[in-house]
T-cell receptor
Framework: EDKVVQSPLSLVVHEGDTVTLNCSYE??????LLWYKQEKKAPTFLFML????IEKKSGRLSSILDKKELFSILNITATQTGDSAIYLC?????????????FGKGTHLIIQP | DTEVTQTPKHLVMGMTNKKSLKCEQH?????MYWYKQKAKKPPELMFV???????INESVPSRFSPECPNSSLLNLHLHALQPEDSALYLC??????????????FGPGTRLTVL
């Protein structure tokens, strides 16, 4: 059974801090790892990672994948209160046909002013 | 048009009702998905359609019945639901499920309450 584990499950920091969110996975036939941000509504796509060691960056957010050690990290620098959300990591594995995503439980990030 | 839309936004139904959730995208995506998300839990995959054919049904009870009339539309028909089926139902789409690099984009969801 495919498994995605995120840590920490919750994190409270002050505005301006840098945070690192972790995601480890055990899946058969890995295809890609995706990060989403979820506030009160649907998950918003952040990054998709397929290759090891290549950092993806978008503003203050960045992410990298290690396919040998089976994990990914999501970094947020100079955090703002608007970064408060649940950050979901999901893995897509090839199931021989069309594939859905297996999600981790998420990291609930709270940025205090 | 670069988004996935879902209707209705909210739905309250009784256990004997029949209702349908609708999802639409006009991005030319050929794979569409239904996920169920309970409060404080991550989304769980229910169904996957690829090129309008059902390819995955993750052991979902038969009171949930998906339908994909065409490549832009995805429905979820609901009948004889239970209160524990109350959740946020998310639709997603992706370009082509067989591609290696294939982001899934989510709609805003339908908040379903079963009384």
């Amino acid at each position: 059974e495919d498994k995605v584990v995120q840590s920490p499950l919750s994190l409270v920091v002050h505005e301006g801090d840098t945070v690192t969110l972790n995601c480890s996975y055990e899946v058969t036939n890995f295809r890609s790892l995706l990060w989403y941000k979820q506030e009160k509504k649907a998950p918003t796509f952040l990054f998709m990672l397929t290759s090891s060691g290549i950092e993806k960056k978008s503003g203050r957010l960045s992410s990298i994948l290690d396919k040998k050690e089976l994990f990914s990290i999501l970094n947020i620098t100079a955090t703002q209160t608007g970064d408060s959300a649940i950050y979901l990591c999901a893995v897509r594995a090839a199931g021989g046909g069309a594939d859905g995503l297996t999600f981790g439980k998420g990291t609930h990030l709270i940025i205090q002013p | 048009d670069t988004e996935v839309t879902q209707t209705p936004k909210h739905l309250v139904m009784g256990m004997t009702n029949k209702k349908s959730l609708k999802c639409e995208q006009h991005m030319g995506h050929r794979a569409m998905y239904w996920y169920k998300q309970k409060a404080k839990k991550p989304p769980e995959l229910m169904f996957v359609y690829s090129y309008e054919k059902l390819s995955i049904n993750e052991s979902v009870p038969s009171r949930f019945s998906p339908e994909c009339p065409n490549s832009s539309l995805l429905n979820l028909h609901l009948h004889a639901l239970q209160p524990e089926d109350s959740a946020l139902y998310l639709c997603a789409s992706s370009l082509d499920n067989m591609l290696k690099n294939n982001e899934q984009f989510f709609g805003p969801g339908t908040r379903l309450t079963v009384l």
